[in-house]
């Protein structure tokens, strides 16, 4: 089974600076992942997709990069309203998510 | 607008079974493969099964393999997930979500042109398991 780390865990920053949170996986998955965002007590939102491509509504901050092994989420200048959990996700034999990386107020 | 409702959810004693229901809207349910993914207090997001637009393929995690039965109606727009055997780690709010368009039931430029991704997610249902 294909296994996605998260790094790091926790990202404390400020609003204005810049994002930047890694997702690894097990096994190369060419760029069959995605990038979801989740707030308590919401549903979570897909931010991007086949590693690059930004879902519809999603704002150009975001940006998604990577293939193989490695991949790269991307937030140019945070926003308050992106103060979240990320998660990374592949789609092999069946769905398997990382273990999340939480963006908190500094 | 589409969206998705789930319902259902509830305390239930170790061992009992309950049913989670997922409404769908504002698009061609029947295109559609959609999953279930839940998320225990204090964890991550975990896909626990999908279930093609016919009905023909479905797959579960090993954590509820045997306990889960995933369904769809598509005449009434909807999912469904029957759970028997419930223990207490099976806590946690439950989500329904969009996945990928079937190649069986629409063309493979719609396919390509989808996210394959969940991309349209409901708010959840929370099931507690517990004595």
């Known amino acids: 089974d294909i296994v996605l780390t998260q790094s790091p865990a926790t990202l404390s920053l400020s609003p204005g600076d810049r994002a930047i949170l890694s997702c690894r996986t097990s096994?190369?998955?060419?760029?069959?992942l995605a990038w979801y965002q989740h707030k308590p007590g919401q549903a979570p939102r897909l931010l991007i997709y086949d590693a690059s491509n930004r879902a519809t509504g999603i704002p150009a901050r975001f940006s998604g990069s990577g293939s193989g092994t490695d991949f790269t989420l991307s937030i140019s200048s945070l926003d308050p309203e992106d103060f979240a959990v990320y998660y990374c996700q592949v789609r092999s034999q069946w769905p398997t998510f990382g273990g999340g990386t939480k963006i908190e107020i500094k | 607008q589409v969206k998705l409702v789930e319902s259902g959810g509830g305390l239930v004693n170790p061992g009992g079974s309950l049913r989670l229901s997922c409404a769908a809207s504002?698009?061609?349910?029947?295109?559609?493969?959609v999953s279930w993914i839940r998320q225990a207090p204090g964890k991550g997001l975990e896909w626990i099964s999908y279930i093609s637009s016919l009905s023909n393929s479905v797959e579960y995690a090993d954590s509820v393999k045997g306990r889960f039965t995933i369904s769809r109606d598509n005449a009434e727009n909807s999912l469904f997930l029957q759970m028997n055997s419930l223990r207490v780690e099976d806590t946690a709010v439950y989500y329904c979500a969009r996945d990928t368009p079937d190649i069986d039931v629409v063309s493979a430029a719609t396919v390509a042109a989808a996210p394959d991704a969940h991309d349209i997610w409901g708010q959840g249902t929370l099931v507690t398991v517990s004595s």
């Open positions: 504002g698009f061609t349910f029947s295109d559609y493969y």
């Open positions: 096994q190369g998955v060419s760029t069959q």
